[in-house]
Structure formats: structure tokens, C-alpha cells
Antibody, heavy 119, light 110 residues
Framework: QVQLVDSGGGVVQPGTSLRLSCAASGFTFRDYAMHWVRQAPGKGLEWVAIISKHGDNKYYADSVKGRFSISRDNFENTLFLQMNSLRAEDTAVYSC????????????WGQGTLVTVSS | QSALTQPASVSGSPGQSITISCTGTSSDVGRYNYVSWYQQHPGKAPKLMIYDVSYRPSGVSNRFSGSKSGNTASLTISELQTEDEADYYCSSHTSSDTRVFGGGTKLTVL
């Protein structure tokens, strides 16, 4: 069955960096676009970034553009989110989500990893 | 990249029907038939309930239906059940090739 396992979260200070991972299994990873979505404590879902199945196209939310970078390793079936210059408002549970080619919805989600930015 | 607009809360009694609206712009909801809806119970990952405005994934009850008119999409849940109590989010593809979510609607089944 499809599994997406998020990891890499933790408590960090403002201005520092963190790298999240999403390990995929149970499907052909290279055939799917992948997203990162976040949810601040007690708040709604916020889309963060998308990467195409081959990794050649990437798009970001304005709130993270220039600070976050999405990437993938189709040999290791892993999605990454490099987060730099972290701010308190980046505190959230970060989840990866899968999107089938030519579709525009999230059909499977990871369980999320909590990132807390605090001094 | 403004969030889509949803009511903060809706409520209904078991057996009744409710509708949740999701208002965007001509650059997202109004431009594409790529609106999806997600159900999220506390502490759980979101679950896809509707995609492409009105299509139900396999396994989702036919009590859930979706529609769209202009810049506003809607999710209707008929014959409300207690297990429908959850947060609901709409999402749309945008003209910038990004995605946008609504602010979420808390459904209370009285």
C-alpha cells in the first residue's frame, strides 16, 4: 500500500535551517508530482511547494519563496524540503502529499513532522 | 496567493444536509475545474473526498457531492452522520501552477 513517511522536524531557532524528508513506498515514486503542505497549530492547511515527477519544475508559495527549496531523489524514493532562514511563523506540521500526473489533487498524505521555530 | 474563502463553521443535525462554500477568483476556482475537498479529523491526515469539482474517489460515500458556479465551489453532505463531524478544506489549482487551500470549515453534527 502507499506509504509516505515524513521526518526531520524538530525545535530550531529563528534564522536557522532544517531539512525535511518524506520516504515513499508502495508506488512508483518517479511517476508522481509531490507537494509539501503545512498546518500551523490550530490553523488550516497551507500549500507550500510542488515538484514535478522528474524534478525539473518547482513552484512555491509566496510565504516561503526564496527561503525554502523542494527537491527529490527518484532513486531513493525520497522527497526533501530544505528550509532556510526559518521564522516563528514557519512553525507547523509539515506533510508531503502525492499528486498523480495530469491530476490536480492530493490523493495520499504523509502523517506529518512538527517544526517548531522558537528562541 | 490568497486563501480561498470558506465559512469558519457550519452545523447540522443527523439526517439533515449541509453545504460548505468555497469562494476563489477567476485565477483559480473560476478558471479551472480542479477543485478538490478534504476531510480532516483531529490529529489525522486529510482525506480526499471530492476531486475535479464533483468526482468522488472510490470508497467515499455518495452522501458527499460537489459543484461549482463561477468563482464558488460547494460541498454538500446529505444525510448527516455523527462521523461526518470534522474540518473540511477546499483546494484549487491556480493560474500560477500553484495550489491554494481554503481556510477550512468546522462541521458540527448536533
Amino acid at each position: 500500500q502507499v506509504q509516505l513517511v515524513d521526518s526531520g522536524g524538530g525545535v530550531v531557532q529563528p534564522g536557522t535551517s532544517l531539512r525535511l524528508s518524506c520516504a515513499a513506498s508502495g508506488f512508483t515514486f518517479r511517476d508522481y508530482a509531490m507537494h509539501w503542505v503545512r498546518q500551523a497549530p490550530g490553523k488550516g492547511l497551507e500549500w507550500v511547494a510542488i515538484i514535478s515527477k522528474h524534478g525539473d519544475n518547482k513552484y512555491y508559495a509566496d510565504s516561503v519563496k526564496g527561503r525554502f527549496s523542494i527537491s527529490r531523489d527518484n532513486f531513493e524514493n525520497t522527497l526533501f524540503l530544505q528550509m532556510n532562514s526559518l521564522r516563528a511563523e514557519d512553525t507547523a506540521v509539515y506533510s508531503c502529499a502525492r499528486e498523480d500526473y495530469g491530476q490536480f489533487y492530493f490523493d495520499n498524505w504523509g502523517q506529518g513532522t512538527l517544526v517548531t521555530v522558537s528562541s | 496567493q490568497s486563501a480561498l474563502t470558506q465559512p469558519a463553521s457550519v452545523s447540522g443535525s443527523p439526517g439533515q444536509s449541509i453545504t460548505i462554500s468555497c469562494t476563489g477568483t477567476s485565477s483559480d476556482v473560476g478558471r479551472y475545474n480542479y477543485v478538490s475537498w478534504y476531510q480532516q479529523h483531529p490529529g489525522k491526515a486529510p482525506k480526499l473526498m471530492i476531486y475535479d469539482v464533483s468526482y468522488r474517489p472510490s470508497g467515499v460515500s455518495n452522501r458527499f457531492s460537489g459543484s461549482k458556479s463561477g468563482n464558488t465551489a460547494s460541498l454538500t453532505i446529505s444525510e448527516l452522520q455523527t462521523e461526518d463531524e470534522a474540518d473540511y478544506y477546499c483546494s484549487s489549482h491556480t493560474s500560477s501552477d500553484t495550489r491554494v487551500f481554503g481556510g477550512g470549515t468546522k462541521l458540527t453534527v448536533l
